[in-house]
């Protein structure tokens, strides 16, 4: 097992400007959801993705967009950035077992300013 | 429709027991633990399944009590790596493994 890399580990963008955040995740993980954490806060769920097709999507605008790729890797896109958009920002991945627990990236930390 | 919660913040001396409580006010057939450690990674400890079927790799116990809507995580004669925040995470809704997550636990243990 090779874990779940998340790129980068932190990011300083202009508010208005787009952004493409990476994550790899462990082979035979089909499953990848990202997650955005505030300070202090638990995850919030963006939206999911398996066997590369959008399968959930949480309480965030349609300028948070994501891709899945066929060999295990995932990006989450934000545009138009909002100051509010600054927080950590988690991938997960599972296998198609959903009675199994997500392995989480160390999360790239991005701040709008 | 996230689960709550307690307490918000524990502080313990190595050796010392420990309950974290997660409450949800819809009916559950799973609930997730994690724990994250300051700048960390979250990491999976346990998944508790309807009907009593539980899922980890760490010696911590939990209960679920499906009707109660609720779990506990016990931890039992704390060590000073179980410091960190405590995740609950329950199912949303549709069958996509979406969780929604309490607004954590944060343990401290001391020497």
């Known amino acids: 097992e090779t874990g779940v890399t998340q790129s980068p580990t932190h990011l300083i963008k202009t508010r208005g400007q787009q952004v493409t955040l990476r994550c790899s995740s462990q082979s035979g993980h089909n499953t990848v959801s990202w997650y955005q954490q505030a300070l202090g806060q638990g995850p919030q769920f963006i939206f999911q993705y398996y066997r590369e097709e959008e399968n959930g999507r949480g309480n965030f605008p349609p300028r948070f967009s994501g891709l899945q790729f066929p060999n295990y890797s995932s990006e989450l896109n934000v545009n138009a950035l909002e100051l509010d958009d600054s927080a950590l920002y988690l991938c997960?991945?599972?296998?198609?077992?959903?009675?199994?627990?997500?392995?989480f990236g160390s999360g790239t930390r991005l701040t709008v300013v | 429709q996230q689960p709550v919660q307690s307490p918000q913040a524990v502080i313990l001396r190595e050796g010392e027991d420990a309950v974290i409580n997660c409450s949800s006010s819809?009916?559950?057939?799973?609930v997730h633990w994690y724990r994250q450690k300051h700048g960390e990674a979250p990491v999976f400890l346990m998944i508790?399944?309807?009907?009593?079927e539980q899922k980890g790799h760490e010696k911590i116990s939990a209960s679920f009590n499906e009707k109660k809507q609720q779990s506990s995580l016990y931890l039992t004669a704390s060590q000073l790596s179980y410091s960190g925040t405590y995740f609950c995470g329950t199912p949303g809704s549709g069958n996509t493994g979406k969780l929604i997550f309490g607004q954590g636990t944060t343990l401290q243990v001391k020497p």
């Open positions: 819809k009916a559950l057939y799973s």
């Open positions: 508790l399944l309807k009907g009593g």
């Open positions: 997960a991945s599972r296998t198609d077992l959903t009675n199994y627990g997500y392995t």
